[in-house]
């Protein structure tokens, strides 16, 4: 059986784009040729501390983690394992756990601890309390 | 990496420009499988293994009309053993959900390397970026006259064995017809002839070589088999060939070379394969035996590969399942970048098969080839037993085991493995007892599942071993085995331990309750109590080395905080597994699913009408009644489980945490004419009293109104059972999972009160004592029945007492997650999706 969410509402955010971001396509890969441009896709305070929350940055999926220690992490948000929904995943200081089969991604690299292949990682930080990532 | 064959450079030349998705333009690289065979199948389902669904748009070509097949199991199904359903492999219909183009039926002609274009057939040109051949093998037909009609086709009664056409056609010959010649005495023909002797057919077997299975068996033991062969019944023609099919309208015998006729109205041709390799001639590849490649598995063009019984790798060509699977893993790797410089060495081969009912093992050489060569032989021919080794520089280099294969463990290991020789050599063929369970994980072909939930196979396993990781818990972290239902953690560790050669490490953590604090649960729970720590947080600050979180860790701490707190857990929603976050089950696509409490599977007409407009509401994809006589609605999205739940207005079912889920119960005496026992009241009054308490691992429980059963509460971690005159048999330990395991009786009773505080005091007994994701059916067993009862029957007052107040401690705590998170978040963003604004990814499905 398939579900598809074709009427998914759009992912709610408490910050205006920043002008210049550019409208695109939501796709499950990063925009094609462009690289590095930053995109708001929320407040920090969506995350809360610890967990993981998704994101669309620039048509691109992301999943974003703020740790306990304050630091933030983006990856892409379906696992290249079997698309489990990375966001809903649990995760520490070393690495991400996908909810779906708990492959565990390291943070480091974005390399699989145990046989999946590898997670995209993005940059993101927190500007004035803007969740800013990198696509 | 050699060098690559042909001179040309190596690495990918394909110039591959991205359109816009905004255009409709399928960006993906275009991969096109040529032969659709198990290697072929297999390659893509590597491929799709890695994600490679994502970077390819792939077609496969495949002669045959059919999805994918099975061939090894071609002789059982010609045998009846097997139905021709049973061996398919991959269906038409997998294709399609996996979003691959099968041309089933479509040949290929040829390839234009330059062009990059595949010419079928049927005319149609298709382009690609990247290009496999695996166009298999095909029956080899030794020259003889007559055997074919004027238009070249095989005459009428005379059979290839290679597909399943083949073996269609044969079995309905098979049913007409008396006798048969199977031309071929290695294994595929004496599989071919036992399996028609089954079906009644007299059957003769023409070999041309001097003994049978020339290729894999010595003379003796070539030998000893053809004797138990022929006491089967089957006639064995050595050292001479067919010359002649005798015709003209249809076969009606054979010649020999020595002139003898013998009469057969079916003549099965099973004398050995030839790659096909007229496609890669044909588009000017390098071709010897078979398709020339490198350790990477390219041709001469370094965008066309070659994998299976076509492709000729250092000068070998196999047929044999074991490499193909090997070789397929390589190019997977390598066409998805998974691992850029994975290569492919050769394999050693060993086979272990049952050859018309004779058990046959053999691996490397059967004969000595240098004066220093060891060879060790005994030969029992009426028996039918016959056994040799060939050991060179100490180190096992061919062993042959035929009609007694009880010594394959050890020989393969040391085969395989190159593992130190006992210095008595005899040792090596009798006298072995390694012990039942090394011997089965030896045989165990690489390519067996050992863990079916995550797909890992015995050779990941070993591989893993080999990369340097000796202990079994890391074998497991490293693969995922054993992490799925669990059942199969014996045979992993049993692999690890065979793998390891003896030299598997201890997991110092594995008396740690969680991997992340190097505590055994009674002193955690110790250390929690003394200092006062309420929090998964804390409890790394002041536990952990280092005060380091730990992800894996955090869900089985979250729970014994629950266990030893009650109420008064400080409770941390990253903690928690993402199920215990929405208080629903994750599905494979991402949704989740609602289980509305239905105690004891007892429901009204309101209910179901109240869940039929949720249903309806929500476009539930599915409802099902689950196993624990339950409704499920699945497929639900995350953000959608707050207002269901309110619209619902029913507690949670728990059908989610490692908690106590449900209770099942038969009617009892409501309407049945046997029951004993109301035991659809007590099932009731079980769940209301132990609904949602966490502990170790799921706990479901089952009242039944008489020993009939109805609600199998025999195989549950609490089953109880009505036996008559109010009393009340308490059984414990019992699963029909992933385990099935008949509970132990811990007690009868003569009060269903008498069932609540027993059940009671067990639960908490093994929610105090158990490992993480310790199952009741694991826990009972290892900790002894004995032991359970003298704590929970025989306890002192003190130890009583005490376990009647911790579990009183959790049901006084239980709050219905559902009216609580529904109304009030408990976090930003808990229930906002995780994958927005596009369909769910597809997740492919071995």
Redesign the interface.
Known sequence: ??????D?P???TTAPPKAGTPA??????PA??GAGVPHVVGRV????????????AGGV?V?VFRL?DGSLHATQ??C??????????????????C??????FRWSDGTC???A?PVRLFPVHDEDGALVVTV | MTAVLGGRPAGVSTLHFAMDDADGVDTRQRLVVVGNGMAGARVVEEVLERGGGEQFAITVFGEEPHGNYNRIMLSHVLAGEEHEDDIVLNSHDWYADQGVTLRAGVRVDRIDTHAKIVYAADGTTTGYDQLVLATGSRSFIPPMTGLYTADEQLLPGVFGFRTIDDTRAMLAAAAEHERAIVVGGGLLGLEAARALQGHGLQVEVVHAGTHLMNQQLSAEAGAILEHSVEALGITVHLATRTTEAIGPDRVRGVVLADGRAIDADMLVIAAGIRPVTEVALLSGLEVERGVVVDDQLRTDDPDVYAVGECAQHRGELYGLVAPVWEQARVLADLLTGTDPDAEYHGSRTATKLKVAGVDVATMGINRPERDTDEFLVISEPRRGVHLSVVVRDDKLIGATLLGDTRKVAFLTQAFDRGTPLPAERIRLLVDLSDGAAEVGVAELPGDSQVCNCNGVTKQALVDTVKAGTTSVGGCMDATRAGKGCGSCKLLVKQVVEWAADGDVTEDASASWYVPGIPLAKPELIAAIRDQQLRSVSAVFTALAPGGEEDAKSKMGLTSLLRLVWGAEYEQENDAKFINDRVHGNIQRDGTFSVVPQMKGGVTTAAQLRTIADVAEKYEVPMIKVTGGQRIDLLGVRKEDLPAMWADLGMPSGYAYGKSMRTVKTCVGTDFCRFGLGDSTQLGIDLETRFQGIESPAKIKMAVVGCPRNCAEAYVKDVGVVAVGNGRWEVYVGGAAGASVRKGDLLATVDSPAAVMQLTGRFVQYYRENASWLERTYDFVPRVGLDQVKAVVLDGSAEVLADLDAGIQRSIDAYTDPWGQDGTQPATPGQFRTALPLVDLPKVPVR
């Open positions: 059986m398939s579900v598809t969410h074709s998914t759009a992912a709610p695109t396509e939501v796709t499950d890969g094609a040729g305070d969506d995350v809360p501390p610890g967990e993981g929350r998704a994101f669309v999926q999943a306990r948000a379906a290249p394992h079997s698309g489990g929904p990375l966001a809903d995943g649990q995760t520490d200081a070393a690495v991400l756990v909810p779906l089969h708990l492959y565990a601890t145990g046989a292949p």
